[in-house]
């Protein structure tokens, strides 16, 4: 196993973690960190290429990576917003008992 | 595989699964905070020292501090007594163990993964603040904008309105 | 000689590797380097605190503590030796943990704080040729590094459960966050103008003097309104009267410290104190010349001197500070960060720039740039005031 897949492995399990934290539990901030979990993986698998790809001088790993940091705080900022709202509204943050349409 | 990077790996591993599956949200939160770090390691042992540091800045900084603050304003601090797992959520795991199945086999089995480890590449951050000033100006300028826009966005969605208050 | 005195520390340093085998010695020198660091910013540490006590003391018109000298003798020293007593109360005081409290996370707070704090030591540059590592972007290593103080911080609140801690942990990330804009970008308009985010690179650019003054960046327009933005805001961050809400005595006992007792409050209590000497030596290093003599006559005196100097000198600004001003309510102080410090920060910013791009201009770049911040300054401020949101206590009595 090359170093380069080491780092792909671990990249993948963290996204799996993060796939099942997201979809096996109610509350919602916990979906919120699972989403995280796989920006950061994927963030990993950009770092990794730039490492050990053919042309790292070009920087696009890196900067993809730095923009998708921002982004990520920026969904982070919406994400917890709306969660706050909806807790405001429904008193819970359970992802469950959200399914109703009517305001 | 240097030790170094399997020891980063296994507390990145280890705390990414304790951040999903405590019961209690604020200790998920805080191995979130451990994962964060293994992951900013990972990036400086990577040769993306900048990277590294605005991960810390970032997510450390500023998105775990929200999460706990969301908490909190949730009131979900306390540990729950009910179940904490979605309905199928058997389901849910089988998913995850197909994708990385899916995911892994790829990885392994890929013929573009060249074998060779090319020298450390330098990414000085005067190359970094060169490359976002010049090639991607126009994606710098876009990610102002939608960080404005999210903030703004965020303060009207959380902000209490007015008819409620009263 | 005056050279060999500068680099004392360093030749030492080089001098005792040199006996050590190869493969030794980037350890060794890991250790050698952070060491005396942690010896000498404890030792201020200890220093710091009756130095405090007794500024205070005189403030208040009284004596503060006198007593402690050298042990077992009869040598007073004027109370400085009162640091050891206190230390040998905080070692052997009983380790009272709160029945209710999340007894893992109640232990690891007190060293999450220090860990952070430690590290921003790392990228300081306390002499010639004396950082312990000096990183391609250490300003941001500090920066990034110091948030981490925040996740300890609600931690201690949290794991306590008590409602004291919890109102004392949220004010303070609060306080913190808020404060940590004004702080980065009035430190960005130095990483603007130097164009490097290298600590020794800053330093490196406040050198030499004009006309008898020195190149700091605190003597021009900017700069001058960036330190002292710097310097409020490094208040706020290290929970500082008139910012110390958070662990306010009079209101919430002690903040989110409030349920630590003997060592692990000695540790709260020392993460403090040295978190407030990190930052002001980012701020000396930023606007103050770093290690740099401030005059070309006294260049012969050696570079950690001057550092010290100008650390010491900050920190008794600070305890004044302390024993002067009276405590903000919250919403004075979220709104002086965000209607007055973040706003006067992104002009300052602009200012900056005017002031690069009008290089070689003589006066008048001194003139616009001081009016560019004078300006705003006197309306935001008047603005503000009008509208009451800040402006003098006003106090009521009972009738």
Redesign the interface.
Known sequence: ??????????S??????????A?????A??A???I??ML?AA??NF??F?????N??A?TG??F???S??????????G??????I??HYKS?N??EMNNLKG | MSPVFLILALVTLLSAVAAISFRNLVHCSLSLVVTFAGLAGLYLQLHAQFVGFAQVLVYIGAVAILIVFAILLTRSADTPNHAVLAPGWLVGIAVAVVVFGALGLAILKSEAISKKVPAAPEATVKQIGDALMNQYVLPLEVIGLLLTAAMIGAVIIAMRDDKEAK | MVESLDQLFVNLKHWALGFLPEALQPLVSAVLSIVPLVAVFGGLFAIVTIFERKGLGRIQNRYGPNRVGIPFTDIRLAGFGQFIPDGIKALIKEDVVPRAADKVVHFLAPVVLLIPVLLTYAVLPIGRNMTVVDFDAGVLFFFSVGAAVEISVFMAGWSSRNKYSLLGAMRGIAQMISYEIPLILSAVTVIMLVGSLKTSDIVAAQAGFTAGLPNWFVLTPWGFAGFVMFLIAALAESNRAPFDLPEAESELIAGYFTEYSGFKFALFFLGEYLGMFAIIGLGITLFLGGWHAPFPFLTWVPSYVWFMTKLLAIVFFFIWVRGTLPRLRMDQLMSFAWKFMIPMALINLVVAAVWHFMAGTGAARWVVCALLIAGPYVLLGRGLMENKHLGKRTYRFAD
């Open positions: 196993m090359t170093e380069l897949q080491g780092y792909l492995l671990l993948a399990l963290l996204f799996t973690i993060g796939l099942a934290g979809i096996t539990r109610r509350n901030i916990l919120l960190i699972g995280e979990l950061n963030n990993l770092i990794a730039w490492r050990f790809g053919p790292p001088e920087l890196l900067m990576v730095i923009f940091i921002a982004i990520a705080a920026a969904e982070a900022a919406v917890l917003a709306l969660i706050i709202a807790y405001r943050v992802l469950d």
